[in-house]
């Protein structure tokens, strides 16, 4: 049985830093493209960052260029988001989803994803 666990989130101030993780169980996550999501209350859930299976291939959204960074370790089945400069518009929950994947690519769309961890809450406020 495939499973994602997402940790990391938390109440942080504004200008503060996190590292979510996400990790896999019941499958091997080279073979799949991990995308980070977030969901604030009363809004859509939005693509953050994805990473391709082998982490050669990254994308952000514009709202988080510059502070998160997105990487993987395969040996350990795991996918970070590391995020820096928060800001109280990033508050939300965070989910990780995977993607089988043949290509070296990865996507941010929410629906190319069937495989979702439950999340984590993420605060930034003072």
């Known amino acids: 049985q495939r499973q994602l666990v997402e940790s990391g989130g938390g109440l942080v101030q504004p200008g503060g830093s996190l590292r979510l993780s996400c990790v896999a169980s019941?499958?091997?996550?080279?073979?799949?493209?991990i995308g980070w999501f977030r969901q604030a209350p009363g809004q859509e859930r939005e693509g953050v960052s994805c990473?391709?299976?082998?982490?050669?291939?990254?994308d952000y959204a514009d709202s988080v260029k510059g502070r998160f960074t997105i990487s993987r370790d395969n040996a350990k089945n795991t996918v970070y988001l590391q995020m820096n400069k928060l800001k109280p518009e990033d508050t939300g929950v965070y989910y990780c989803?995977?993607?089988?994947?043949?290509?070296?690519?990865?996507?941010?769309?929410?629906?190319?994803?069937?495989?979702w961890g439950r999340g984590t809450q993420v605060t930034v406020s003072s």
């Open positions: 989803a995977a993607q089988y994947s043949v290509q070296q690519t990865c996507v941010m769309g929410a629906h190319r994803y069937p495989y």
């Open positions: 990473i391709s299976k082998s982490g050669v291939i990254t």
């Open positions: 019941g499958f091997t996550a080279d073979y799949y493209a």
